[in-house]
């Protein structure tokens, strides 16, 4: 018997995403990348994209007094993403209705997905209300009929890393737990040690599975119509061996730094990560070595990640989704250092997603306005393009 492809049935049946993070806000205004969002929305059709992914800022939006009050995005001029010339007012819930009012209007897809952003005027992150604040963002965008082409929502951005709940899950981390399991075994009243093969203890593994499902139950009751999960770039072992049943997407990210032989050759953890000047001529080489070396152990590395999530995939019956992958998470518009290797590897790695059977993928990280590489068409038009038609190879 053919095996089920649950993709087939979804609409639309792929997903080509561009991951536009809060850089949508914080670089909308005059003379910013995002000034005008009707036309940079014109040019995510004209690459080939039809799927965004944006922060929804639900930490602020569900903190404000009024739907119309204004807030600050502080200026960061070297923030890799986002980046802001200087201190800025903005009326968060007005321009997240504005811009997905132009997405709706242009048939857009949306992921809405949250990174934690808050700002100055609402600097809190109370766990206990992360219902309250997504709902009432949500609420805000389904009395205005605009959540008809969110496809799914993200409501913990790569977690445990930007997450409201982080405090407390690495406050459990080496803490005594009394009723643990694992320790009755040990017969260790002491601090819980990670299971074999996970990174967190059982007291963190049982905290997260609990937190994940009662929010996946939470917004599952409230707005049936949508699909919901929490995205994830590590711990993928950690949250498959809670045989979740409620995460509508696996929205899993894939990259090449999660290979130790490319991090102890390349020299990528000890660079500086901004857009200053710095001197990444050392970096750079360090790149060509590693590429020259090991990237066929690379390339079946990201073969076994994908193999790894398609696996995830039939368990959870759940389809596959990345709106950040392939390369390293962080690269720069620089003169010491060169595209040509990333985008080779990209494209690579995007037909590999539609031959595992993703249903939507990237080309990379790096798809926004403020980008040299935005400016290459014709080469976004080619990966979204062969993302769309290759056929699926592996449907086992």
Known sequence: MHPYDLTEALRPQRLTIAMWDFSWLNAHYPSGSFEDLDRVTDEVLERGFNTLRIEAFPWVIGQLESLTEESTVKGDPLANWGHSDVDRKHAVAQELIAFMEITRRKGIYVILSTWGV?????????????????????????????????????????????????????????????????????????????????????????????????????????????????????????????????????????????????????????????????????????????????????????????????????????????????GPWWHMDHPDLRWDWLRDWCAECNVLAAQYGLWGSTPWNFSHPYWKNWGDIDWYREVNGLFLKTERCNPA
């Not at 963190?204 to 499902?213: A, C, G, P």
């Not at 949508?226 to 061996?241: A, D, H, K």
């Not at 152990?297 to 990345?322: F, G, I, K």
């Open 118 to 326: 808050t700002h100055p005027e609402y600097p809190g992150k109370d766990p206990e209300k992360l219902f309250q604040v997504w709902e009432r963002t949500l609420r805000m965008l389904e009395e205005r009929g605009l959540l008809e082409l969110v496809v799914f929502i993200d409501l913990d951005q790569e977690f445990p890393f930007f997450s409201s709940l982080r405090p407390q899950l690495e406050a459990l981390s080496g803490k005594a737990a009394q009723a643990s399991k694992l320790s009755d075994a040990m017969g260790d009243a002491g601090a819980v040690q990670p299971q074999p093969g996970f990174r967190w203890n059982e007291t963190q593994l049982e905290f997260v599975s609990d937190r994940f499902q009662d929010a996946l139950a939470h917004f599952q009751r409230c707005f049936p119509e949508q699909r919901f999960t929490i995205s994830l770039t590590g711990f993928w072992n950690e949250v498959r061996s809670m045989k979740l049943d409620g995460l509508d997407v696996l929205e899993l990210h894939f990259w090449m730094t999660k290979s130790s032989r490319f991090l102890n050759r390349s020299g990528w953890v000890d660079v500086q990560k901004d857009r200053g000047d710095h001197d990444f001529r050392a970096y750079q080489r360090g790149i060509d070595a590693t590429l020259n070396s090991i990237r066929p152990m690379l390339m079946a590395e990201m073969h076994q990640q994908l193999q790894q999530a398609m696996d995830w995939s039939r368990e959870a019956c759940a389809p596959v989704a990345t709106s950040e992958a392939w």
